[in-house]
């Protein structure tokens, strides 16, 4: 059973930054493409980001492309999410998720990944 635990998040100024981790533990993830994904209240969880298993290839959701960095250490089994030049529209609820399953997926679908953290809260004020 994989288990994913974020960090990091937290309230900052806008234009400011933060660096998010995911932990995981109970399986290695060197071979699970990973995601973050966010969620304000009363909105739809979103795709922010994804790194292939080998840290290889990135994809970005357009409203965080240049501003956002996505990366992995595999041997310590964590997962990064930089985050630079905050914005209020940013304010949301901060998921990691893991995918298992072998095969083509979309990666900006949260429903194609099984294993999920708790969350983390970033809080941009303007």
């Known amino acids: 059973q994989v288990r994913l635990a974020e960090s990091g998040g937290g309230l900052v100024q806008a234009g400011g930054s933060l660096r998010l981790s995911c932990a995981a533990s109970?399986?290695?993830?060197?071979?699970?493409?990973l995601g973050w994904f966010r969620q304000a209240p009363g909105k739809e969880r979103d795709f922010v980001a994804v790194?292939?298993?080998?840290?290889?290839?990135?994809y970005y959701a357009d409203s965080v492309q240049g501003r956002f960095t996505i990366s992995r250490d595999n041997a310590k089994n964590t997962m990064y999410l930089q985050m630079n030049v905050l914005k209020p529209e940013d304010t949301a609820v901060y998921y990691c998720?893991?995918?298992?399953?072998?095969?083509?997926?979309?990666?900006?679908?949260?429903?194609?990944?099984?294993?999920w953290g708790q969350g983390t809260q970033v809080t941009v004020s303007s």
């Open positions: 998720a893991a995918r298992s399953s072998t095969g083509v997926y979309d990666y900006a679908g949260a429903k194609y990944y099984n294993y």
């Open positions: 109970g399986r290695t993830l060197g071979s699970y493409p």
């Open positions: 790194i292939s298993s080998s840290g290889s290839r990135t």
